[in-house]
């Protein structure tokens, strides 16, 4: 028997409630508005969360139809997630970021998980391919997510927030969302390796594929990938004394950050010292380009051979930004930590300590499923 929560009974779309957290009333904002109140058959209710004055967001999401939270401000979105879900009255909650645009069948499929499998805890979406976003860097981003969603193992040990449902027992059970992190970070990977710990079932759904409006530029990819996922994800990782091998974590990766970073020493040391610089940068390309190639062959299909010679500059300095954020977050660690790392008992408290439950969470003890992560010992 493990401690848990007891399975809800049958799950119709009219008993998922959807909640968004927003702060810009931009185009993507009324374009997932429009795709969420144009599913068949509806969700039972939608549920927007403002970060703070922002009346725009507050206009648009009343005249679609949604009943309107507003937040301090400031907060982050694991707050807003968490107010949202406090007040959700489906017995699933269903969440999506603001630039994301549901299919029409979605909330009948998300019932449909839950319904069919009893165990189930909770159940992810997936990307598709095509983006609205324009641009090499956020057609490349947005192709990215997909390979790496799509080569993931479906019984997942994480959590995506930008179109994932949890049942509302087994989320205020656990506290939700951790609200130290006051901007968009990792926290919904940690709220997902939280439930998996405690022996919960995620699942993630290839067959039904949302589309994500995320606009990206150079400098907001830089910043994304070293503050607010390499570095608090390295923390996360250091504290659970636990490394994934499922998402960005999976060994072609780390193969693949090593390469990148011989390939840049190499062509630093190529000015200085040609031949080292040479016998360093071509063996590190050519293991770049091997660990990705179902990638590469993928961009080359769907964009071209042109686009693909964008890319590969870009990927590489993807995983140099992994290795950055990687390094900052081990020293952080260990400067807060004042030693190299921290005790196994003090580790075992950090993994383990999460938000309290929210008010009113019915936790009993229920027979679940254990939960299966490919690629574990």
């Not at 790496?148 to 479906?154: A, E, G, Y």
């Not at 031949?275 to 590469?296: D, I, M």
Request: glycine share 10%.
């Amino acid at each position: 028997m493990t401690e848990g929560v007891l399975p809800d009974p049958r799950v119709s779309a009219a008993a998922v409630s959807v909640v968004i957290p927003a702060h810009h009333a931009d185009e993507g904002f009324r374009a997932c508005l429009a795709s969420v109140a144009s599913c068949r058959p509806p969700a039972g209710e939608v549920i927007v969360v403002v970060d703070g004055e922002a009346p725009g967001c507050t206009a648009l999401a009343a005249a679609a139809g949604a009943r309107v939270l507003v937040t301090n401000g400031g907060e982050g979105p694991a707050v807003a997630r968490n107010r949202g879900a406090r007040e959700a009255a489906g017995a699933v909650v269903l969440f999506l970021d603001a630039d994301v645009v549901a299919p029409s069948d979605l909330m009948d499929r998300v019932a449909a998980a839950f319904d069919q499998d009893p165990r189930l805890d909770g159940h992810l979406r997936f990307l598709r391919r095509r983006s609205r976003g324009p641009g090499v860097v956020s057609v490349f981003r947005n192709l990215l997510h997909h390979h790496v969603h799509q080569t993931s193992q479906p019984e997942a040990s994480s959590f995506w927030s930008g179109c994932g449902a949890l049942r509302t027992s087994v989320l205020g059970a656990s506290g939700g969302f951790d609200e130290r992190y006051a901007r968009p970070s990792v926290e919904d990977i940690e709220l997902g390796s939280r439930l998996v710990r405690a022996g919960r079932r995620i699942r993630l759904d290839r067959s039904l594929q949302v589309k994500h409006l995320k606009r990206w530029s150079l400098w907001g990819m830089v910043v994304t990938d070293v503050r607010d996922r390499a570095l608090p994800w390295t923390e996360l990782i250091l504290a659970e004394r636990r490394l994934p091998r499922d998402l960005n974590l999976r060994p072609g990766h780390r193969v693949s950050t090593a390469a990148a970073l011989t390939l840049v020493a190499g062509l630093v040391a190529i000015p200085f010292w040609p031949l080292l610089g040479l016998l360093l940068a071509a063996p590190a390309l050519v293991a770049l380009l091997a660990a990705n190639v179902p990638f590469y062959r993928r961009l080359v299909t769907l964009r071209g051979p042109a686009f693909l010679v964008a890319a590969i500059p870009l990927h590489g300095l993807h995983y140099l930004c992994g290795a950055l954020g990687f390094g900052a977050g081990l020293a952080r660690h260990a400067l807060s930590a004042g030693r190299p790392f921290p005790s196994r008992e003090a580790d075992h408290v950090a993994a383990s300590a999460g938000p309290e439950p929210f008010p009113g969470a019915r936790i009993e003890t229920a027979e679940l499923a254990p939960a299966r992560i490919a690629g574990e010992p």
